[in-house]
């Protein structure tokens, strides 16, 4: 990890010389929130749109924070890194408690960290499992109290999946890690947001897109059915990008692989985010 460039508390230094303290809130309540920024050829995708997203997070926990120091810091480190494609994880904390306590301190200092890695932009194809949606009730802010997507994505990886698509009670809400389209031979899909679903950024940059374009694109409420009946299934992320779904364990479904969809939606998305 010596060579991987971070940054603490606006200190940077290698992320093998970061130590931070076990009272941080980040790691005592999940008391915390974050981004994964994207960088090809050394630029930036949709940076802007990562950083209100970020400051909406924010302020839906009431941190004060300085977010025109945060930008700077997330450039710097990839300025730093010399890297042309990968990604900036940047989080931040309401701060280092005295002692443990549910009820904060209100003089307490933000915390903030992030680092800086290589990330290869390449295809995907996923093999997935539906699951039940165990995850708290404001998903629509970018919390790093991630365990119910660790319990559902680990036990996906037992049993031979990439990734995870979450339902409550029959209702599509969006993959562990990820945001969910699906088509078929007229119209893309995706479900409406919500609570139950973070506003993802590729999400957001491909719906712009297919407006544009003469592709249907249509937001709603959508169950397993409606997806295994699909002719076409794909998940979004600032990682994965369009990532389609090759297969869908103990379901039956109508997948096409390569549909003309999927490929004229993957192809109009490369083309505008990564020239």
Avoid at 9 to 37: H, Q
Avoid at 62 to 78: A, G, P
Avoid at 168 to 187: L, P, Q
Avoid at 247 to 266: A, G, M, R, S
């Amino acid at each position: 990890m010596e060579n991987i460039h971070a940054v603490y508390n606006g200190r940077f230094d290698s992320l093998n010389n970061i130590k931070i303290s076990p009272l941080s809130r980040a790691y005592t309540f999940s008391d915390s929130v974050y981004e994964v920024i994207p960088f090809c050829n050394s630029s930036t995708i949709a940076f802007d749109k990562h950083i209100l997203r970020l400051e909406k997070s924010c302020n839906a926990l009431s941190f004060q924070v300085d977010i025109k120091r945060i930008s700077i810091e997330i450039n710097e480190l990839i300025k730093k890194s010399n890297l042309e494609n990968g990604y900036v994880y940047y989080q931040i904390s309401r701060g280092i408690d005295n002692l443990r306590s549910h009820m904060f301190d209100q003089d307490i200092s933000i915390e903030t960290f992030g680092y800086v890695v290589s990330h290869t932009f390449s295809s995907q194809s996923l093999r997935v499992m539906f699951c039940e949606d165990l995850r708290w009730q404001r998903c629509d802010i970018k919390s790093t109290s991630l365990l119910g997507n660790v319990m559902s994505m680990n036990d996906a990886k037992n049993k031979g999946c990439d990734e995870v698509i979450m339902h409550k009670n029959n209702i599509i809400t969006e993959g562990g890690a990820s945001n969910v389209f699906f088509a078929n031979d007229e119209c893309v899909f995706t479900p409406s947001l919500s609570n139950n679903i973070l506003p993802g950024i590729t999400r957001d940059l491909l719906i712009e897109k297919l407006k544009e374009s003469d592709i249907r694109i249509e937001e709603g409420e959508y169950t397993i059915d409606d997806l295994t009946g699909a002719k076409s299934i794909w998940l979004t992320s600032s990682t994965k990008g369009l990532a389609q779904v090759i297969d869908v364990i103990d379901k039956k479904t109508n997948i096409q692989v390569d549909h003309h969809l999927f490929k004229k939606c993957e192809e109009l998305f490369v083309k505008n985010y990564f020239k």
